[in-house]
């Protein structure tokens, strides 16, 4: 092996291992004694490993209640966006219809604005609709993302005018085209987008907080960070947490993995 490909395994490997260091260190401490993480300098590995900190977490604090809500949004979330922002984006790329190059400008111009901006308008509207505090009010923002409609659009142009307009002669009507040709032409980025939103409503923090009074209605960040006000010192815990909550998306980006590597290749050959 050459000396420029051995540099460049070792930066690689090098980055890979300051990404996972502190994921590691995460895991480990959640498997530490109370107390023992505050030791200083911290320990690296629990002297005595132990599930304690999960069994408070499941059983005093009541994560699962949590870890279930989490779950419950973000699913219903991804396929509500899949559901609004698949027939957009094809309707964008391949129909025809008044104001629409000037529609989707618009909505281009739209993700330059801060979503943080949209929030109280949001909010405020929401309110009046008595959508706040409940699972339908966390769920509105990710109905119909432009960022969504904007990939899917993106992928459709690739699809030849020809196919569809010969499944059109043929009698299709547009939802047959939309299910038996689009859709699986739009494998590789409905999983793409799928996972996408999945993370990012799993994540998302702000909006949960904003809309969600109810603490039995949380999602796992918001319960998390109103417990780490309680339990400030309690580094285990709050160790434990932040794996119940890491653990889930990062399987499923390991599931998924293929698929969406895949797009980010189909992507760079376009390109």
Partial sequence: MSLRRWSVTLLAALVALVTIAPLI?????????RGEAAQFPPPLWPTSPTLENYRLLFGSFG???FLLNSIL?????????????????????????????????????????????????????LKAMGLVN????????????????????????????????????????EGQILRRIVLPVLAPIIVTLALYVFLSSWNDFMWPLIILAD??????????????????????IMMA????????????FLALQRYYLSELLTGSVKG
């Fill in 63 to 65: 994560v699962g209640r």
């Fill in 134 to 173: 409940s699972y339908a009010g966390a769920l509105v923002p990710w109905l119909a993302g432009i960022f969504g409609i904007f990939l899917v659009r993106q992928y459709c142009l690739s699809i030849p005018d020809e196919m569809l307009e010969a499944a059109r002669i043929d009698g299709a009507s």
């Fill in 241 to 252: 947490g932040a794996v119940v909550t890491t653990l889930p998306v990062l399987i499923l």
């Fill in 73 to 125: 949004i973000s699913t219903l979330a991804t396929g509500l966006a899949l559901l609004f922002t698949i027939p957009a984006g094809y309707a964008f790329a391949k129909l025809r219809f008044k104001g629409r190059d000037a529609t989707f400008r618009l909505l281009v111009a739209a993700l330059v604005v801060p979503g943080q901006i949209g929030m109280l308008p949001l909010f405020l509207e």
């Fill in 25 to 33: 260190w995460m895991v480990s401490v959640s498997l530490m004694a």
């Fill in 215 to 236: 603490q039995d209605l949380y999602t796992l960040p918001v319960a998390l960070a109103a417990h780490s006000r309680q339990n400030v010192q309690d580094y285990e």
